[in-house]
């Protein structure tokens, strides 16, 4: 789900997910400190990120999403409330996201135009992410697991275990 948030003159969508919020106060609830304020600074989270998670769910972007997950060690579609299954083993040593996109395309013999065609990715910014090593909207990534039939810890290098 989606709304239109606007802060100073700029507009932006936000995504919002129950199921990750559910997940995300079960997780906070077994942390042994109890202060929301705390939490929030023990999760390295400002104090307003916390609150938009806490009480709407707002979904924040996805180095921040990969930072609780590893602060949890669980992985990031337990985080999200796409699987149950909690455990998680790290990539040793942890791989970066552009170079696991590389790597994906590669196997499958897929040029960037051919996976922009089919994700509906626009072709500029899979070439970006490749050659900046920039990390993609979580609906982008989203996609492009779906695309690649893998976890997204698999794919933002987390992991090596493909699917989750």
């Not at 999403?65 to 590893?70: C, G, I, N, S, T």
């Not at 996201?97 to 990715?121: G, P, S, W």
């Amino acid at each position: 789900m989606y709304f239109l948030a606007k802060k100073r003159k700029f507009a932006r969508i936000v995504s919002i997910s129950a199921d990750f919020q559910k997940r995300f106060l079960e997780l906070t609830e077994e942390l042994e400190i109890k202060n929301k304020t705390e939490q929030a600074k023990a999760l390295n989270l400002p104090y307003s990120t916390f609150l938009k998670i806490t009480q709407y769910g707002i979904l924040p972007k996805p180095l921040t999403l990969v930072r609780l997950a590893d602060f949890f060690a669980v992985s990031l579609e337990y985080l999200l409330g796409r699987s149950d299954r909690y455990e998680f083993t790290p990539s040793q040593p942890p791989k970066t996201f552009h170079l696991r996109l590389k790597q994906l395309l590669e196997e499958q013999n897929e040029t960037v135009y051919r996976a922009a065609e089919t994700t509906h990715i626009h072709r500029n910014n899979i070439a970006q992410w490749l050659k900046k090593g920039y990390v993609p909207s979580l609906d982008d990534l989203l996609n492009l697991a779906e695309h690649f039939d893998v976890s997204l810890d698999y794919l933002l290098g987390r992991t090596d275990d493909r699917n989750f």
